[in-house]
């Protein structure tokens, strides 16, 4: 089955404590995202990735980080900076980023829960 | 103001009914419109998308693109519960300002009463 695994489905953190949530694709997509969702928002950008080994900021970015070693893979680390992590974490995946419709096109994981110890 | 208005709700309607719901815009440049639908606690899935404005059908669904009033919709014909779910509305752009990346709306919470 093609799509997107994210894992764990639930994560607690400790205070001072970074964690490392995981998100993987079968798909070839080249495009890979992290959202944030908290309750009763829409989703904010985190950080996104277009190609491997290369990545950008979304709207926030701050207490984050990502890497893209892989094409299939695109870790987020919430790092101890972020104060307010409790919310629900969304990786999304598109087969490029382009001017065509089906580019446009995420698709997404199940989530990952965070919440503070 | 945000770039995409979407109100929040809940919504509540009986079973049956016809459900509408709808996001604006401020960007022109918007040119690609999706709905996606998100059950508690579960990743969005991927509802309808349109290119530019018109109507598309599939099934009970039509997503409807108004780029004159920056308006869209999304109607529910013939609710069921399990249409319960957040709708949540994203667009992005056309051309060379197309990154890939979509800017989504608040979400709507929808119930569908039996």
């Known amino acids: 089955d093609g799509g997107i695994t994210q894992s764990p489905k639930y994560l607690f953190r400790k205070e001072g404590q970074n964690v490392t949530l995981s998100c993987e694709q079968n798909l070839n997509h080249d495009a890979m995202y992290w959202y944030r969702q908290d309750p009763g928002q829409g989703l904010r950008l985190i950080y996104y990735s277009q190609i491997v080994n290369d990545f950008q900021k979304g709207d926030i970015a701050e207490g984050y980080s990502v890497s893209r070693e892989k094409k299939e893979s695109f870790p987020l680390t919430v790092t101890s900076a972020q104060k307010n992590p409790t919310a629900f974490y969304l990786c999304?995946?598109?087969?490029?980023?382009?001017?065509?419709?089906?580019?446009?096109?995420?698709?997404f994981g199940a989530g990952t829960r965070l919440s503070v110890l | 103001q945000k770039e995409v208005e979407q109100d929040p709700g809940p919504l509540s309607v009986p079973e049956g009914a016809i459900v509408s719901l709808n996001c604006t815009y401020s960007n022109s440049a918007f040119q690609y419109f999706m709905w996606y639908r998100q059950y508690s606690r579960k990743g969005p899935e991927l509802l309808m998308y349109t290119y530019s404005s018109g109507n598309k059908e599939d099934g009970r669904f039509t997503a409807q693109v108004d780029k004159s009033s920056k308006y869209i919709s999304l109607f529910i014909r013939d609710s069921q519960p399990s249409d319960s779910a957040t709708y949540l509305c994203a667009m992005s752009p056309r051309g060379s300002s197309n990154t890939g990346k979509l800017i989504f709306g608040q979400g709507t919470t929808l119930q569908v009463k039996p």
């Open positions: 999304a995946s598109s087969p490029q980023p382009g001017p065509l419709l089906a580019k446009n096109i995420q698709y």
